[in-house]
């Protein structure tokens, strides 16, 4: 693997919310931009891990660019739905990723495996899988998670996707609810690049 510190990343990701997290998370001297600048369709994701995603994502971008890329695939994991909506969690929001329609639909799936479940504990976790992919460089990767529950109503403005049902272990509050520092800590964006940031 390449030992020399990365100044120059690619952050492989047309979701603006997802790009500024993980600005956020990479060290100042780096200098990032984003396919959003560069206008670039995200390719076809037929991985059948998040693993496997992050990677056609970082490859596809790097050899579109030349640069060294970062691309992250993350999704959220409700046990009572065999672990879905998983690697489809961003499709879930349809072809505009509106995560509005995303967590209706949780909800209805909700509703037909458990009339009751806002009065249960229904465990979910949030997994994201780091990868970096670029000239001189063999695949480095990462995979992050933290375990919570399904938040039984919407909650909090804060964040982007699912995080306004999902509430951690041995936390109140949805992330959706959190200030942005404080989610930063113990999401599972940030466990995965604790253990890829050696590389940064």
């Known amino acids: 693997m390449k030992t020399k510190k990365i100044k120059d990343l690619l952050i492989g990701s047309n979701n603006a919310g997802k790009v500024r997290e993980i600005k956020q998370l990479l060290p100042r001297y780096i200098r990032v931009s984003s396919?959003?600048?560069?206008?670039?369709?995200?390719?076809?994701?037929?991985?059948?891990?998040?693993?496997?995603?992050?990677?056609?994502?970082?490859?596809y971008f790097s050899k579109k660019t030349g640069k060294i890329?970062?691309?992250?695939?993350?999704?959220?994991?409700?046990?009572?739905?065999?672990?879905?909506?998983?690697?489809?969690?961003a499709r879930w929001g349809g072809k505009k990723n509106n995560f509005n329609l995303a967590i209706k639909k949780v909800f209805k799936?909700?509703?037909k495996a458990?009339?009751?479940w806002r009065k249960k504990r229904i465990t979910a976790r949030f997994i994201c899988a780091l990868s970096i992919y670029g000239p001189n460089i063999k695949k480095i990767y990462s995979i992050g998670k933290i375990e919570g529950r399904i938040s039984n109503k919407k909650i909090g403005k804060n964040g982007f996707g699912y995080d306004p049902i999902f509430i951690p272990n041995r936390k109140t509050n949805t992330f959706g609810q959190?200030?942005?520092?404080?989610?930063?800590?113990?999401?599972?964006?940030?466990?995965?690049?604790?253990?890829?940031?050696?590389f940064l």
């Open 69 to 89: 890329c970062l691309a992250d695939d993350s999704g959220l994991e409700i046990d009572i739905l065999n672990k879905k909506p998983g690697i489809f969690s």
């Open 178 to 198: 959190m200030k942005f520092k404080d989610k930063f800590k113990i999401d599972h964006r940030a466990r995965a690049f604790i253990k890829i940031k050696k």
């Open 114 to 116: 458990d009339k009751n």
């Open 35 to 59: 396919i959003i600048d560069y206008k670039i369709k995200s390719p076809k994701e037929n991985g059948k891990t998040f693993l496997q995603n992050s990677l056609i994502k970082s490859k």
């Open 109 to 111: 799936e909700l509703n």
